[in-house]
């Protein structure tokens, strides 16, 4: 149990286009949902935590106009990277929380060209 | 903002070897907890401390939490090929779910 599924699992995108991450919990139902970022070679940055039927609470430094996050259901949420630049390039991490555990996706890895 | 510093940024060992990393922190923690990661994939969780724990077991893996000195550590014994990874560690504190991890360690381990 307690399976998070992300799709895609890679995306290619030209440079201002948009992009959408989706975060399924698969088994269980999540309230809340967490996003990361990583770079190669570099730890997990929290981007933002998404709640089920509120406001996503972004952290500080995100662009919430950039990184638009919508929990729609309590098993899905996703993350649209808005007019994407190649610096947007990164490896995108959901994670969604079962019994006070969390339990993350396979990642989504974006590339800008 | 990263909570905090783990070290060695990278680790190589032959197999068998024990393999011991080091986690440390700096406000207060609820708990803390270790995971893997292989190369471009997601995470997995390996184990978890709370704060008024010292040390947990969990198969080859041995970790112990001082919260006095804000640091924890965790060692892999008898190591294996297939524990090549990075390893992370993440606390969590007053904010309920919110992990902050660390800088983290590149494990390879050498057949």
């Known amino acids: 149990g307690a399976v998070v599924s992300q799709h895609p699992s890679w995306v290619i995108c030209k440079s201002g286009t948009s992009v959408k991450i989706e975060c399924r919990s698969l088994?269980?139902?999540?309230?809340?949902m967490f996003w990361y970022r990583q770079f190669p070679k570099q730890s997990l940055m929290l981007m933002a935590t998404?709640?089920?039927?509120?406001?996503?609470?972004?952290e500080q430094g995100v662009e919430k106009d950039k990184f638009l996050i919508n929990h729609a259901s309590l098993t899905l949420s996703t993350l649209t990277v808005t007019s994407a630049h190649p610096e947007d390039s990164s490896f995108y991490i959901c994670s969604a929380t079962y019994n006070y555990e969390q339990y993350f996706g396979p990642g989504t890895r974006l590339t800008v060209t | 903002s990263q909570q905090g510093e783990e070290d060695p940024q990278a680790l190589s060992i032959q197999e068998g070897e024990n393999a011991t990393m080091n986690c440390s922190y700096k406000t207060s923690i609820n708990n803390l907890q270790w995971y893997r990661q292989n190369s471009g994939r997601g995470l997995v969780h390996l184990i978890l401390i709370r704060s008024n724990e010292r040390e947990k077991h969990s198969g080859r893996l041995r970790v112990t939490l001082d919260t006095s000195k804000k640091s924890s550590s965790l060692l892999i014994t008898a190591s294996r090929a297939a524990d090549t990874a990075s390893y992370f560690c993440?606390?969590?504190?007053?904010?309920?779910?919110?992990?902050?991890f660390g800088q983290g360690t590149i494990l390879t381990v050498h057949p």
């Open positions: 088994d269980f139902q999540a309230t809340t």
């Open positions: 993440a606390t969590v504190g007053t904010s309920y779910g919110k992990l902050t």
């Open positions: 998404s709640n089920e039927g509120s406001k996503a609470t972004y």
